[in-house]
């Protein structure tokens, strides 16, 4: 054999090698990239198109723990209170005229579970046109804009309110 | 609306053939080139040779195909390929020295196939192996131990790692990870939350209890143990490398890890200053091309694996037209630097890259199995691998100190290679679980 080929065969190995590699790896990356995202059923895609522009997207009651069933939503919306930090980040609950009881207990309204929060932890309702809240004798406190509640307090849009790790403001 | 689903993987047995036929092909080019380089080309070793690996390999495949099915399609090619370079390159030092060791090896291989081949048929589920946790545990430290047993052991260069039996002797470390492996993987996924959820916390980290410190300190005295009695620095720091990292996976909680590594740092520190084996070790790392180092010897070895792979270059001198038998050992512990030497960066890269592939997965199985155990097992003989091949190459490339591994399904060593075909086996039992598809995925 001519220096050549030995040459050819020296770097023929070495692109072998890597043929072996490089295809291993060709087998693997479906793995590689792990997930696919698919439409799901064709014929459906276009009404689904259009509904999900109207539609703003609500956590699932379980997710949340929101009991929507308690809150009246038919009168003219005050506003909402929206969850702005702890374990239920991004949950709103619309106002409407019916008070809202928030705790561990799972007849609240809006249930947190979180260690620092009693079972019934604080309460806000609606008086002469303006929402109030009120401590119902938690143990660690409910905090409107860092200063402990205990008889109630007027809660006006933009205010928040702190209990255990959770975050509450008032929005319109 | 979209949903995003995991690609359903498909089983690959076909892939895994089209892999092992390239993978044959870089088996019987490595030997043919060793050949006609080193010595002379005789076309009917060669198809002797062809034809023996072309039959380990159908066999592997074919069992495969049978008892696990949904195994990795990976794996079975890339260690074909590394056993397969590694006999060739061994069989390139005995033309060069006039010894026999590729003969051994490939007797080895074809054990070592055969091992694999056994532990698929009989092990159908991995779980089976946690209920030999403390069994397991037991054998490793034994085994472990056996070569400081006083008239089975025998030392070879200093280190006491061997035993001898009938005039055969092995390496029962080797073994005794995969014991230790299965015991760890027992033991953490019992154990698990104690020792993630309990202690104070430090530094933003939650620490250990003291308490929960026991296996640690055991694990952590027989290493150092090992590293003491049996001067083998590489064994001691794998041992407690696969047990760290099994740890991390078990836990999740990074301070056991810097715990144990301090520990090990403080135990490697005391040993480098105290014992002189250890201690010339580190000096030939730190020093390895003073002048003074290099005359007594200590260094001599690296240093000359060093300037293999330096005129091996990118691109390496061509498989049997270097000279690594220049360098002590380079059927074994420097089979690294005489496959840098004659293969150059770019073949390194790939052999490493193939061991990175079946580190990875090793990771990807014990990712995708269900059972506690089994993502300990997997993960726990990924660690073994990635361990070993970190310790033996950053030792023949200076960024650790040398220590007397061997590079797993490359070197030279036939309990070495009879080991870890049966952890290639172990890997494809859980990546066969791994990977079956979900509605059989759970047998009652």
């Keep these: 054999m001519s220096e050549l080929s030995i040459t050819v065969l020296r770097f023929g190995f070495l692109i072998l090698l890597w043929a072996l590699v490089l295809s291993s790896i060709a087998v693997l990356r479906a793995d590689l990239y792990g997930t696919r995202v698919t439409s799901r059923g064709k014929g459906r895609n276009k009404r689904r198109d259009d509904a999900r522009a109207d539609k703003v997207a609500a956590p699932s009651r379980s997710a949340t723990g929101v009991r929507t ?21 991004g949950t709103t609950i619309p106002l409407g005229t019916a008070p809202i009881l928030i705790g561990r207990s799972p007849t609240c309204t809006l249930v947190i579970d979180d260690d620092y ?13 303006e929402w109030r809240i009120e401590d119902l004798g938690s143990t660690n406190g409910t905090f409107l804009d860092n200063q402990r509640v205990s008889d109630p307090m007027p809660f006006k849009r933009g205010d928040s309110v702190r209990l255990g790790a959770t975050a509450l403001e008032l929005r319109s | 609306m979209s949903t995003v689903s995991e690609i359903r993987v498909r089983a690959g047995r076909r892939s895994e053939m089209a892999l092992l036929a390239i993978s044959w092909v870089i088996i019987v080019l490595a030997r043919a080139q060793v050949d006609y380089n080193a010595a002379y080309l005789e076309i009917s070793v060669i198809a002797l040779y062809g034809l023996g690996t072309a039959v380990l390999m159908i066999a592997a495949h074919v069992v495969l195909d049978k008892v696990a099915p949904n195994a990795d399609p990976v794996l079975l090619p890339a260690v074909f390929a590394l056993n397969g370079v590694g006999i060739a390159e061994i069989h390139r030092i005995d033309l060069a020295e006039d010894t026999s060791f590729a003969n051994a090896q490939m007797i080895w291989m074809a054990l070592g196939v055969t091992a694999m081949i056994v532990v698929l048929l009989v092990l159908r589920d991995h779980r089976k192996l946690r209920r030999y946790t403390y069994t397991a545990g037991v054998v490793g430290l034994v085994l472990y131990l056996l070569p400081l047993v006083p008239g089975l052991g025998i030392t070879v260069n200093g280190a006491r790692i061997w035993i001898s039996i009938l005039g055969h002797s092995m390496q029962p470390g080797e073994f005794a990870k995969i014991a230790l492996v ?91 200053l105290t014992i002189p084996h250890v201690r010339s070790r580190f000096d030939a790392w730190l020093h390895a091309l003073d002048a003074d180092t290099y005359a007594s010897g200590t260094s001599e070895q690296l240093v000359r694996g060093l300037f293999g792979m330096a005129s091996g270059g990118l691109f390496g001198t061509g498989l049997g037209n270097g000279r690594p038998d220049l360098v002590p050992y380079a059927e074994s512990d420097f089979i690294i630097a005489s496959l840098g030497e004659e293969l150059g960066l770019t073949g390194l890269m790939a052999i490493l890259t193939l061991y990175l592939i079946v580190v990875q997965r090793a990771f990807r199985a014990a990712i995708g199995v269900r059972d506690g155990f089994g993502k300990l097992l997997a ?52 990546s066969d679980m791994a990977r079956r598809p979900s509605e059989e995925a759970v047998p009652a």
């Design chain 2, 182 to 272: 299965i015991f760890f993987a027992g033991y953490l996924v019992t154990n698990r939350d104690t020792l993630a959820l309990a202690g104070p916390k430090f530094l933003g980290m939650r620490f250990p209890r003291p308490r929960d410190m026991g296996p640690l300190l055991l694990v952590w005295a027989a290493a150092m143990l090992i590293m003491v009695y049996e001067r083998d620095l590489g064994a001691s720091l794998l041992f407690f490398g696969i047990f760290l990292g099994m740890l991390y996976v078990a836990t999740q909680r990074l301070s056991w890890v810097l715990t144990g590594a301090g520990l090990f740092f403080i135990g490697g520190t005391v040993a480098a």
């Design chain 2, 379 to 430: 993960s726990g003989l990924g660690f073994t691998i990635a361990i070993q091949v970190f310790i033996v190459v950053g030792g023949v490339t200076r960024v650790i100190p040398l220590t007397g591994l061997t590079a797993p399904f490359l070197a030279y060593g036939g309990s070495s290679l009879l080991a870890n075909w049966i952890v290639l086996a172990l890997l494809l039992r859980v």
């Design chain 1, 117 to 129: 929060c009693s079972a019934k932890h604080c309460r806000i309702f609606p008086e002469n046109d």
């Design chain 1, 69 to 89: 069933g308690s809150i009246s939503t038919s009168s003219k919306a005050v506003g909402h209170l929206a969850v702005i930090s702890g374990p239920l980040k």
